[in-house]
């Protein structure tokens, strides 16, 4: 398994303002993602966080809404840019150790914007 | 992708009963995976189980893929147990697709 934190655990913020997450896993792992988890609904990916290159973003979301970085093979952040009430939402990073492998989730942010 | 179905959507169970969530997927998947995320919101994995069946205590998961089910087995329920239910399955390369979810209350 691994051990993965998330800074902040939640937040207040202004509309149009943006907010940077960070996920920080304590072992080098290849794969990490990012999910929103909207109030009351499932879990979405937003992209694959991608170490050396940009990340690789699912259908409806865009790099300049929430770019993402991954300067190493244990910490990422992913940026809510611009941000409207609608981003309110709980946002969580992911790892996976091996293809095809067990995914493990960090304890999330929850983000209100108001 | 594939679609994902859970069901019940909603359960209510008094504490000490059994109950049994069912999760369809409209592929063949690489393997499959359930979550309980609790009322803080932190996301627990139960089970890693492309196939057959696994038990943890109060806990057992049984995936057939050929025909495109898992279903996650709670026994004598606790309050502790609340919170809502997911499975995950992967279809292709690394990608998890969740379910719709399983929402549990478990009343003393």
């Known amino acids: 398994s691994a051990v993965i934190s998330q800074k902040p655990s939640r937040d207040i913020c202004q509309r149009g303002t943006s907010l940077t997450i960070q996920c920080q896993v304590d072992s080098q792992v290849t794969m990490m993602f990012w999910y929103r988890q909207q109030p009351g609904q499932s879990l979405t990916l937003i992209a694959t966080a991608n170490q050396g290159s940009e990340a690789t973003y699912e259908s409806g979301f865009v790099i300049d809404k929430f770019p993402i970085s991954r300067p190493n093979l244990t910490f990422s952040t992913l940026t809510v840019s611009n941000m409207s009430p609608e981003d309110s939402s709980i946002y969580l990073c992911?790892?996976?150790?091996?293809?095809?492998?067990?995914?493990?989730f960090g304890p999330g942010t929850r983000l209100l914007v108001l | 992708g594939i679609q994902v179905e859970q069901s019940p959507p909603d359960l209510i169970l008094q504490e000490g009963a059994n109950s049994t969530l069912r999760c369809n997927f409209s592929?063949?998947?690489?393997?499959l995976q359930w979550f309980h995320q609790n009322p803080w919101g932190q996301l627990i994995n139960l089970f890693y189980?492309?196939?057959g069946t696994k038990q943890n205590g109060r806990l057992s998961a049984t995936t057939v893929a050929t025909e495109r089910y898992s279903l996650l087995y709670i026994s004598s329920s606790q309050t502790t147990d609340s919170g809502v239910y997911f499975c995950a399955p992967i279809h292709t390369g690394n990608q998890f697709y969740f379910g719709t979810g399983t929402s549990l209350t478990v009343i003393p």
């Open positions: 189980i492309p196939s």
């Open positions: 992911s790892v996976q150790l091996a293809d095809a492998g067990a995914q493990y």
């Open positions: 592929d063949s998947v690489n393997n």
